[in-house]
């Protein structure tokens, strides 16, 4: 053995000695755990109710197939909607689509656009709904028969007005949009 | 050359994860649902008016199946001839035979009488015809009825219900005793309209 090789064990044995002692080498240091706490996640939710049409004179219609419709009369179809909306951030759109099949009645009558208002009362929605605006909420379309239809055309005529969709969909958070 | 592999390497699996990231995109959209409703189907009313003879009871429907206008011709009472300086009677009953879901009143009117003489007869311009709206067809034979009518008369008949329409034709007392035999035909024209 070289007088290098017995230098190197030397210290090699001197560092392990030092490491041996612990403490002596180390600054002062200490841990704790923090804990974080619970994510808890929002919701958005649509479930439809039963539907409930009424006439011009504000009447429900029971069975709409077996009520006749007549020049001057507007049927309101009203959907109840049960709108949940949990979330601090959270904003949602809710959408009404109708079917195409709607223009070919342009002939006979009118379909309205479809407001929204708040279950019990005449508040109309706005367009972007908050947690505030959720549980039950009316969609309501109106078809008005024209008044002004002529002699009689579209006497005993059947108009079968589909299915409507409703959407909810929600919307970014301010913060995500910002570049 | 282990530096240019490794580079290749890491080059090839950011695109990998930005391709990923982008098939699935679902994963960056946000919560929606989506509801269906079934509306149903909505059905037009008929628009259905009949006409009764106040005497013979024949009812005839006011528009035909083929879409034309309706013709009924009236008895009169008393049946015969009339006497120059009296009167004979008339009536139709009409009958608002719709199916309307809701309410449903219609105007019944009567245009001018048209009087046209029969073929080789003068007799028109000495008839006078007068036309009042009534409750019931047994009041058409009551000449107080029609103390203050006119040539033309109107009525609103409500769903399901009737309305009376009653007519005195009086012949002019000074006739000319060489038109006795003579015949003409009134024509009322009825419109009703919804309202």
Do not use: H
Request: proline share 5%; glycine share 8%; net charge negative.
């Amino acid at each position: 053995m070289n007088k290098m090789a017995k230098g190197a064990i030397a210290t090699g044995v001197g560092v392990i000695l030092l490491v041996g002692g612990g403490g002596t080498l180390a600054t002062w240091n200490q841990a704790s755990n923090v804990s974080m706490g619970e994510v808890v996640s929002g919701d958005l939710n649509l479930e439809p109710g039963a539907g409930v049409w009424t006439n011009a004179a504000g009447t429900e219609i029971p069975v709409i197939s077996q009520y006749k419709v007549v020049p001057g009369d507007a049927l309101t179809y009203t959907q109840p909607l049960n709108v949940s909306l949990k979330g601090d951030l959270m904003a949602a759109k809710l959408t009404v689509a109708l079917p195409d099949s709607y223009a070919q009645y342009a002939e006979y009558g009118t379909v309205s656009a479809t407001t929204l208002t708040k279950a019990g009362s005449a508040e109309v929605l706005p367009e972007i709904l908050k947690p505030a605006n959720a549980g039950k909420v009316n969609a309501s379309t109106t078809f008005t028969f024209n008044v002004d239809t002529p002699d009689r055309i579209g006497t005993n005529a059947s108009a079968d007005l589909g299915e409507i969709s409703y959407k909810l969909e929600q919307q970014a958070p301010a913060s995500t949009l910002q570049p | 050359m282990k530096s240019t592999r490794a580079l290749k390497a890491t080059g090839l699996v950011l695109i990998a994860v930005v391709l990923g990231l982008l098939t699935v995109q679902g994963s960056y959209a946000l919560w929606n649902k989506a509801a269906i409703a079934a509306a149903g189907t909505i059905q037009a009313a008929d628009f259905r008016i009949s006409l009764t003879d106040t005497i013979t009871s024949v009812v005839t429907d006011m528009t035909l199946a083929d879409g034309t206008a309706a013709t009924l011709s009236l008895s009169t009472t008393p049946a015969g001839v009339v006497i120059p300086g009296q009167s004979t009677y008339a009536g139709v009953e009409l009958g608002n035979e719709t199916n309307a879901g809701g309410l449903f009143t219609v105007r019944a009117s009567t245009s001018t009488p048209v009087v046209d003489n029969n073929a080789g007869s003068p007799l028109a311009p000495y008839l006078t015809l007068k036309v009042v709206a009534a409750n019931s067809l047994p009041q058409c034979s009551s000449a107080a009825l029609y103390e203050d009518a006119s040539e033309t008369a109107e009525t609103d008949i409500p769903k399901q219900d009737t309305g009376v329409f009653c007519f005195q034709v009086s012949l002019a007392d000074n006739m000319p005793a060489s038109l006795s035999g003579q015949s003409a035909t009134v024509a009322i024209p009825i419109t009703v309209n919804q309202l």
